[in-house]
């Protein structure tokens, strides 16, 4: 069953149309300056963490923020948005991909005739990519709200047209969608945090390197085994093991030169696998649909690694 929520909207009543943008986007976002009869239309896939949303309005729109709860990150398809807080002032165009206003510091704009595609990305799951304590960490990284580069903004933009796809065409339920949401969030921070401690809550200590032990990296592995067709991260897994985040890192690197998302990707694709080989393609079984069910929301990486693995394309295991 499909986790994600599709919604479109139209309307010309003001106060419906800062209702439906503060919901798709983040709340603590103040709006003012449509007049009765000022046309908006929003579509919105909401997949629970992540928001995928196109709002388009020919009015001028004023906007403000006391802090947004989200990661909101802009990218301006029609029309003009100027942007002000601390140390920067700019207005945005077609062609330019920002972070609309840092997390939780105030911020204000006006649209002028704004068509764009936004993506709205819970705090919480960023933390938990970065293996931090939680999203209070989180502002201070995400402080540089400067308009990505062309090569920067092309890889954006990519990423976002792949996920739209996949979860407008695709069915594969809540561990596909959730892959879906990891990889924006983990691109978006790749993209968009500028600078990280390299101390901290994840950084490693004598206590990690004495838990990296043969018996941790036996749980944890026993532990994704068990939980492969759910959703699960490192966290997930140093809790289940009781030790560190980076404990399980190091066990991994330290005894299969490899780290523990790759290990369980490799897991998720042995049980793909093991479905292709008695898959029947005149009942309708497709790769792309295995695939998607193990959380494999790309047909051509999980090909590429599949055959990395196999030797063969997932297509010639379907068929034998």
């Known amino acids: 069953m499909s986790t994600v929520e599709r919604a479109q909207h139209f309307t010309r009543d003001p106060e419906t149309a800062y209702e439906l943008i503060s919901r798709a986007y983040a709340s603590r976002l103040d709006l003012a300056g449509l007049v009765p009869g000022d046309p908006l239309s929003l579509t919105c896939h909401d997949l629970g963490r992540v928001r995928l949303s196109k709002c388009s309005s020919p009015a001028r729109v004023r906007w403000a923020t006391r802090g947004l709860d989200r990661l909101v990150i802009t990218q301006p398809l029609d029309g003009s948005q100027e ?48 293996a931090q304590a939680g999203p209070t960490a989180l502002p201070r990284e995400v402080a540089d709200c400067r ?16 996920v739209d796809d996949v979860i407008t065409h695709t069915d594969g339920g809540a561990l596909l969608h959730r892959q879906a949401e990891r990889f924006l969030a983990a691109t978006a921070l790749a993209l968009f945090v500028r600078c990280q401690d390299a101390a901290g809550p ?22 994704m085994e068990a939980n492969a067709d759910r959703e ?13 985040v980076r404990a399980v890192q190091l066990a991994f690197q330290r005894h299969l030169q490899t780290t523990p998302m790759a290990h369980l990707r490799r897991i998720r694709i042995h049980h793909a696998h093991r479905e292709l080989r008695i898959a029947d393609p005149t009942c309708g ?11 494999f929301f790309s047909p051509g990486r999980f090909s590429a690694q599949y055959r990395e693995i196999y030797g063969v394309p997932p297509s010639q295991t379907l068929r034998t």
Do not use: C, Y
């Not at 207005?91 to 911020?107: N, S, T, Y």
């Not at 838990?211 to 941790?216: E, F, S, Y």
């Not at 079984?285 to 959380?295: E, L, M, S, Y």
């Open 83 to 130: 942007r002000r807080m601390p140390g920067l002032h700019d207005r945005l165009r077609p062609g330019d991909i920002a972070v609309i206003a840092p997390p939780r510091h105030p911020a204000r704009g006006v649209h002028r005739a704004l068509a764009h595609r936004t993506v709205s990305i819970d705090l919480g799951l960023l933390s938990s990519l970065t």
């Open 232 to 244: 699960i991260t490192v966290t997930d897994v140093a809790e289940a093991t009781n030790v560190s």
């Open 147 to 162: 308009p990505l580069s062309p090569q920067a903004g092309r890889r954006w933009s990519q990423v976002v047209d792949m």
């Open 285 to 295: 079984d497709t790769v792309a649909d295995i695939a998607a069910r193990w959380g």
């Open 202 to 223: 994840g950084a490693e200590t004598s206590i990690d390197r004495t838990d990296a032990t043969p018996l941790v990296l036996k749980r944890s592995i026993e532990f």
